[in-house]
C-alpha cells in the first residue's frame, strides 16, 4: 500500500473541479475541491485556511495557473 499526501483541487469552476477530483478518485487517491479565484489574494488566504485546517499543516503546495507552475515546499 502506497501513502499520499491529501489533495485539493483548486479552480475558480466548482464544476470543473470536481470532475478533476473525481479522476483523481478513480486513480485510487481522494481528492477534495475548492472552487476559488486564485487571483484573488483573500479567496487565496481562505483556501490555506481551509486546508491547514482540515489537514493539520501545508507542507507543500503545487500550483499551475494561466499556464504557469511552481513547487512551493513549506515549513514544516
Known amino acids: ?7 485539493t483541487v483548486i479552480d475558480i469552476d466548482g464544476v470543473a ?3 478533476v477530483a473525481a479522476d ?12 476559488t479565484a486564485v ?5 487565496v488566504g481562505d483556501l490555506v485556511e481551509s486546508a491547514v ?8 503546495v ?3 495557473a494561466r499556464g504557469g507552475g511552481g513547487l512551493h515546499a513549506g515549513q514544516p
Not at 500500500?1 to 489533495?7: G, R
Not at 483523481?24 to 472552487?35: L, S
Not at 485546517?53 to 507543500?60: C, N, Q, R, S, T
Open 62 to 64: 503545487i500550483t499551475h
Open 17 to 19: 473541479a470536481q470532475a
Open 24 to 35: 483523481i478518485d478513480r486513480g485510487g487517491v481522494h481528492a477534495t475541491t475548492f472552487a
Open 1 to 7: 500500500m502506497t501513502a499520499t499526501a491529501p489533495l
Open 53 to 60: 485546517e482540515a489537514y493539520g499543516d501545508l507542507p507543500v
Open 39 to 43: 487571483t484573488s489574494s483573500e479567496s
